[in-house]
């Protein structure tokens, strides 16, 4: 239980995040020795360890999340009591309990005003100023959160988790350039994350799918970003379904488009021949990995059930394709 | 596997204490000899045999020394992967459960992949959002795993 209370919640399944949040009145029967008023027994108890705030702040998160505004308010309450509330973390948290349990778009504003004072005050306030980003987005103000962003990053450009926000903005308006250079940016930070190269190969896919003129470019691109966030990683599902994506489609397009685009600046597409043999390699390991998965060899019990239905449905689709 | 490299530890120990105890008596029976033969004949040609150690005792002391030494390293933990990939391999393919020790605790340094905060994004948590979600997977009648037995 408290492996998964000491990490952020946000990518918890929804049953995993009610199983926390339903044990959380026995978690927080007895408050802390640190913040309780002294006793004879506080000589004795567990000395205050810094992995207890974080199961705190995490299972506030999870609270909020299901529903269970009073557990979530006594976490508040006690981390507020153990760091005091000028705490910019904890500013920060007490925004997000109210953005909660606002009922309506009046009342997000009211909060959004209350961060826009801290802000005023306090220009520096990192975790505020990412909650008002936060805000404007839940609040469909896509193009002021990119402002706003675009700013924060200005004055703390190695923040890689305001980058990685950022590229999911502009995918989300479908600006695929400004994305795939923010994700860059992300890299630059984190070079070895192997989920983000995965993920900008998904970005340059994407960009890659739109059908302008440069989509041979993108795909060739994505190519190289998702092998290499399988060279960083062995058997990674993600990134063979991405390349068996790409593959699959850069075969369908390579013939008529490998002549015109050898004046392009940059580096040239692969060949023909690597990338058939690029798909086949895809292939053959994504079927391993889904039939080991299914199997429930040991071993291989960390996929996500989803991803490997998934897997599953692409091979079985193009296994279809080859047959007709 | 814990056994074995317990039972061959303790029988490595077990040696040792032997060789001990037997270079001990060698030792305490040759001093009160040699003290004897001395008062007898006063000369002393047998002086440099004092030190020297019967050879099977030597013999015991290094075995022991190597079967303690195997029954260590046989009970050591499992090696960690020092290679990235094949280290975020593990973490991909086999989750939480690759990282138990025998006691089915998970080790308190596994964090999973540590690059997933850069994609779940604590700092731009949408929380309306996720209330909405989970609202909705509540609706669809979803139920809490691995409730606690008590």
Same mark, same amino acid.
């Given at each position: 239980m408290s492996s998964s209370l000491?990490?952020?919640?946000?990518?918890?399944?929804p049953a995993v995040a009610l199983r926390i949040s339903q044990q959380a009145p026995i978690t927080l029967r007895n408050p802390p020795?640190?913040?309780?008023?002294?006793?004879?027994s506080s000589l004795w108890s567990a000395a205050e360890t810094p992995e207890l705030w974080t199961e705190y702040e995490n299972l506030m998160l999870s609270c909020l999340r299901t529903g269970d505004e009073q557990s979530a308010h006594l976490c508040l309450e006690r981390l507020t009591e153990r760091? #005091?509330?000028?705490?910019e973390k904890l500013m920060a948290l007490r925004g997000l309990f109210q953005e909660a349990i606002a009922k309506d778009d009046a009342e997000l504003k009211q909060v959004l005003e209350e961060y826009e004072n801290i802000l005023t005050k306090d220009p520096s306030n990192m975790p505020v100023t990412k909650r008002r980003i936060a805000l404007l987005k839940t609040l469909d103000k896509t193009t002021e959160a990119i402002t706003a962003l675009n700013e924060f990053v200005d004055s703390s450009p190695t923040d890689a988790e305001a980058w990685a926000e950022l590229a999911d903005l502009y995918v989300g308006q479908g600006m695929y350039p400004q994305a795939v250079f923010a994700m860059e940016e992300v890299l630059l930070i984190t070079p070895n994350a192997w989920n983000i190269h995965a993920r900008l190969g998904e970005v340059l896919f994407m960009a890659g799918s739109t #059908?302008?003129?440069s989509a041979d470019k993108y795909l060739g691109d994505a190519l190289r970003r998702f092998c290499r966030s399988i060279e960083l990683c062995d058997d990674y599902l993600r990134g063979y379904y991405g390349l068996k994506l790409t593959t699959s489609k850069l075969l369908s397009i390579l013939p008529q488009a490998s002549r015109q685009?050898?004046?392009?600046?940059?580096l040239a597409l692969p060949d023909l021949k690597t990338v058939e043999r690029l798909n086949e390699t895809a292939t053959a390991k994504l079927s391993e990995i889904v039939r080991k998965s299914v199997n429930g060899?040991?071993?291989?019990?960390?996929?996500e059930q989803a991803e490997v239905i998934a897997a599953k449905a692409l091979l079985d689709s193009s296994a279809a394709k080859t047959i007709r | 596997m814990t056994w074995i490299s317990k039972s061959v530890t303790g029988l490595g120990l077990l040696f040792l204490a032997h060789a001990c105890y037997s270079a001990h008596e060698h030792s305490a029976l040759h001093s009160t000899s040699t003290a004897a033969l001395s008062s007898i004949a006063?000369?002393?040609?047998?002086?440099?045999?004092?030190?020297s150690l019967p050879i099977d005792i030597s013999i015991e002391t290094v075995v022991a020394v190597f079967v303690i030494c195997v029954g260590l390293v046989l009970g050591s933990p499992e090696l960690r992967p020092i290679q990235w990939r094949v280290w975020a391999g593990k973490i991909e393919r086999e989750g939480e459960k690759g990282f138990m020790s025998s006691d089915g605790t998970v080790d308190k340094?596994?964090?999973?992949?540590?690059?997933?905060v850069l994609e779940s994004r604590p700092g731009f948590i949408d929380i309306r959002k996720q209330r909405k979600e989970f609202a909705e997977w509540v609706r669809e009648g979803g139920v809490a795993v691995g409730a606690p037995k008590s």
């Open positions: 000491s990490h952020p919640p946000a990518h918890l399944p020795s640190v913040i309780s008023s002294y006793s004879i760091f #005091g509330a000028e705490n #059908g302008d003129s685009s050898k004046s392009d600046s940059g060899e040991p071993g291989w019990g960390g996929y | 006063s000369h002393s040609t047998t002086a440099s045999n004092v030190t340094d596994y964090v999973g992949n540590p690059f997933r």
